[in-house]
């Protein structure tokens, strides 16, 4: 049963009425059911209860003392948590009258008295069937308003400009990235195709409308002209299917590869770099393959995209990465020193973009459950040291001092070694960009809580400005940052601090954070020393 389905024999079923001995029947009828059975003798009383107890089914006396059964309908339904609970009268009036003015009331249904044990059971079960019905719906609903607003952000966030076309070819969305590289506000339909150079235009119009007319994938450079300058762009279109073969439109992605363009004619100048910079710019090709699987990502292909992304993505940036720095070299050999600063623009771009696909990969596999834990004993000493010694570096690039303390002899820990160090070095990595000439703070201390066992507790102080209290409650949202002018300067993914939070939990412990503005931040991780088969214990706090 998934997590929207609601079991039929766990129903509630309110039933309200002023006679002991009407209430006295339904509940024998509907106990036999396995109903949640709840019982009011006044409308008073149903009101509250039904507020408290949100029935999924209320089985409702007409005519009761002080608030009658019409009147205790019509204040059920002008409460928004008690508006859509399906309301039967039960009622000796027969009088079309009396019908007309229960269904107006918003009534679902109507059982005369003296009624049948078998109808009160088959209208009953009828209706909850048509309830849970609709609460399956309003879930889906809500679940698919959260994926549509995944896509849209993530399309939102895309390095990469997307664009989504009927089936005749005219473009109905573009994201952001899209009408920035086309310089165009409004881009749908076909006046996109006005900015291409004329000399490129016939092409992409052929490739274009062949491509919608045979339905088939095609790839294509071309250039187009902004007001002031022509810029060279990589653009890739696919037919786009659901439930496996029925055509719905197509999807496109494109690319300013300008950079790429200018980087390679300089390339090509250079003898024996020309086949590397060909290799540089086939790779790029490839990650602009891979958004076209992000596109598909609200069609429901982001289980499929995810699964590849691992490796499709990762060895074409390891391939960016690797022939840049071979190109920097061989540059410096040669003498070609002017294209320097762009062969460092690549890698490191490569190198941000590489980090950020290891975040969302990351996550994806936190979100999917898929996370693998394989806990090992360790000495927490080696653990320090190699976590101090990859940090250093950092601290000191940033003219920052790094303080460790411990408490006592911290002996040996049991559990997932390398996710640990990935939390703590993410800790320590913010600590350390989010200060300038400041202080961080490492502490480490062992402490046995009550009755469950030994307890880790690793804290990170720094001396920096500090979160504001507005950002504290977002702090561990997936694509959160505390300042966006940190996220344009460092290329961040805003996923860092959801996985540490993901991961600690999974191991069993958790991550607390403090601030004061002006002051500087703490984070605070608790483990348990020896992590239990079944993570995600509740522990108590450690004070460090």
Same mark, same amino acid.
């Given at each position: 049963?998934?997590?929207?389905?609601?079991?039929?024999?766990?129903?509630?079923?309110? @039933?309200?009425?002023?006679?002991?001995?009407?209430?006295?029947?339904?509940?024998?009828?509907?106990?036999?059911?396995?109903?949640?059975?709840?019982?009011?003798?006044?409308?008073?009383?149903?009101?509250?209860?039904?507020?408290?107890?949100?029935?999924?089914?209320?089985?409702?006396?007409?005519?009761?003392?002080?608030?009658?059964?019409?009147?205790? $309908?019509?204040?059920?339904?002008?409460?928004?948590?008690?508006?859509?609970?399906?309301?039967?009268?039960?009622?000796?009036?027969?009088?079309?009258?009396?019908?007309?003015?229960?269904?107006?009331?918003?009534?679902?249904?109507?059982?005369?008295?003296?009624?049948?044990?078998?109808?009160?059971? @088959?209208?009953?079960?009828?209706?909850?069937?048509?309830?849970?019905?609709?609460?399956?719906?309003?879930?889906?609903?809500?679940?698919?308003?959260?994926?549509?607003?995944?896509?849209?952000?993530?399309?939102?966030?895309?390095?990469?400009?997307? $664009?989504?076309?009927?089936?005749?070819?005219?473009?109905?969305?573009?994201?952001?990235?899209?009408?920035?590289?086309?310089?165009?506000?409004?881009?749908?339909?076909?006046?996109?195709?006005?900015?291409?150079?004329?000399?490129?235009?016939?092409?992409?119009?052929?490739?274009?409308?062949?491509?919608?007319?045979?339905?088939?994938?095609?790839?294509?450079?071309?250039?187009? $002209?902004?007001?002031?300058?022509?810029?060279?762009?990589?653009?890739?279109?696919?037919?786009?299917?659901?439930?496996?073969?029925?055509?719905?439109?197509?999807?496109?992605?494109?690319?300013?590869?300008?950079?790429?363009?200018?980087?390679?004619?300089?390339?090509?100048?250079?003898?024996?770099?020309?086949?590397?910079?060909?290799?540089?710019?086939?790779?790029?090709?490839?990650?602009?393959?891979?958004?076209?699987?992000?596109?598909?990502?609200?069609?429901?292909?982001?289980?499929?995209?995810?699964?590849?992304?691992?490796?499709?993505?990762?060895?074409?940036?390891?391939?960016?990465?690797?022939?840049?720095? @071979?190109?920097?070299?061989?540059?410096?050999?040669?003498?070609?020193?002017?294209?320097?600063?762009?062969?460092?623009?690549?890698?490191?771009?490569?190198?941000?973009?590489?980090?950020?696909?290891?975040?969302?990969?990351?996550?994806?596999?936190?979100?999917?459950?898929?996370?693998?834990?394989?806990?090992?004993?360790?000495?927490?000493?080696?653990?320090?040291?190699?976590?101090?010694?990859?940090?250093?570096?950092?601290?000191?690039?940033?003219?920052?001092?790094?303080?460790?303390?411990?408490?006592?002899?911290?002996?040996?820990?049991?559990?997932?070694?390398?996710?640990?160090?990935?939390?703590?070095?993410?800790?320590?990595?913010?600590?350390?960009?989010?200060?300038?000439?400041?202080?961080?703070?490492?502490?480490?201390?062992?402490?046995?809580?009550?009755?469950?066992?030994?307890?880790?507790?690793?804290?990170?102080?720094?001396?920096?400005?500090?979160?504001?209290?507005?950002?504290?409650?977002?702090?561990?949202?997936?694509?959160?940052?505390?300042?966006?002018?940190?996220?344009?300067?460092?290329?961040?993914?805003?996923?860092?601090?959801?996985? $540490?939070?993901?991961?600690?939990?999974?191991?069993?412990?958790?991550?607390?954070?403090?601030?004061?503005?002006?002051?500087?931040?703490?984070?605070?991780?608790?483990?348990?020393?020896?992590?239990?088969?079944?993570?995600?214990?509740?522990?108590?706090?450690?004070?460090?």
């Amino acid at each position: 049963m998934s997590s929207h389905e609601i079991d039929l024999k766990q129903a509630k079923v309110l @039933m309200v009425d002023d006679t002991p001995a009407n209430i006295d029947v339904l509940r024998k009828v509907l106990a036999k059911e396995g109903y949640q059975l709840f019982f009011a003798n006044s409308g008073e009383k149903a009101v509250k209860i039904a507020n408290r107890a949100l029935p999924d089914l209320i089985l409702l006396d007409v005519m009761m003392p002080g608030m009658d059964g019409y009147e205790t $309908c019509r204040r059920l339904k002008q409460t928004e948590a008690t508006q859509n609970i399906p309301i039967i009268f039960i009622t000796a009036k027969n009088q079309v009258e009396d019908v007309i003015e229960a269904f107006q009331l918003g009534a679902v249904d109507y059982i005369n008295k003296p009624f049948r044990q078998e109808e009160v059971c @088959m209208r009953v079960s009828a209706h909850l069937q048509t309830q849970i019905l609709f609460k399956q719906r309003e879930h889906l609903i809500k679940d698919l308003r959260n994926s549509e607003e995944r896509f849209r952000l993530l399309a939102h966030a895309s390095p990469i400009g997307i $664009c989504q076309a009927d089936m005749q070819g005219k473009v109905v969305y573009t994201n952001q990235k899209w009408q920035n590289i086309f310089s165009l506000s409004e881009s749908l339909g076909e006046n996109w195709l006005q900015v291409i150079h004329v000399s490129d235009r016939e092409k992409v119009e052929k490739l274009w409308k062949n491509s919608v007319h045979n339905n088939k994938e095609c790839s294509t450079k071309f250039r187009i $002209c902004l007001q002031d300058e022509i810029r060279w762009v990589h653009a890739h279109v696919i037919p786009l299917h659901y439930e496996g073969s029925q055509l719905e439109g197509f999807v496109g992605t494109v690319e300013d590869i300008t950079e790429f363009k200018q980087a390679e004619e300089q390339i090509i100048r250079a003898k024996d770099t020309a086949e590397k910079a060909r290799i540089a710019a086939e790779a790029a090709q490839l990650i602009s393959e891979q958004a076209r699987i992000a596109a598909e990502a609200a069609n429901h292909a982001k289980t499929t995209f995810l699964a590849k992304m691992n490796h499709e993505l990762r060895t074409p940036l390891n391939a960016i990465i690797g022939y840049s720095d @071979m190109l920097e070299e061989e540059a410096e050999d040669l003498g070609y020193e002017d294209i320097l600063p762009d062969l460092y623009k690549i890698q490191t771009a490569g190198k941000n973009l590489l980090a950020i696909v290891s975040d969302i990969l990351d996550l994806s596999k936190i979100e999917a459950e898929k996370i693998e834990l394989n806990p090992i004993d360790f000495a927490l000493s080696q653990l320090i040291e190699n976590v101090v010694t990859t940090i250093e570096p950092l601290v000191t690039d940033h003219n920052n001092t790094l303080v460790v303390e411990q408490s006592g002899e911290l002996g040996t820990m049991y559990t997932d070694y390398p996710k640990l160090v990935q939390i703590l070095l993410n800790l320590l990595n913010n600590a350390t960009k989010y200060t300038k000439q400041g202080t961080i703070t490492f502490t480490i201390i062992r402490r046995q809580i009550s009755q469950g066992g030994d307890w880790l507790g690793f804290q990170v102080t720094d001396t920096g400005e500090g979160i504001a209290p507005e950002k504290m409650e977002s702090i561990f949202n997936a694509f959160t940052q505390t300042d966006d002018s940190y996220t344009r300067a460092h290329d961040g993914s805003g996923l860092g601090l959801t996985i $540490c939070d993901h991961l600690s939990r999974a191991m069993g412990g958790h991550i607390y954070v403090s601030s004061e503005i002006g002051l500087g931040t703490t984070f605070t991780l608790q483990m348990p020393a020896h992590m239990p088969k079944t993570a995600n214990k509740k522990s108590g706090m450690i004070e460090c």
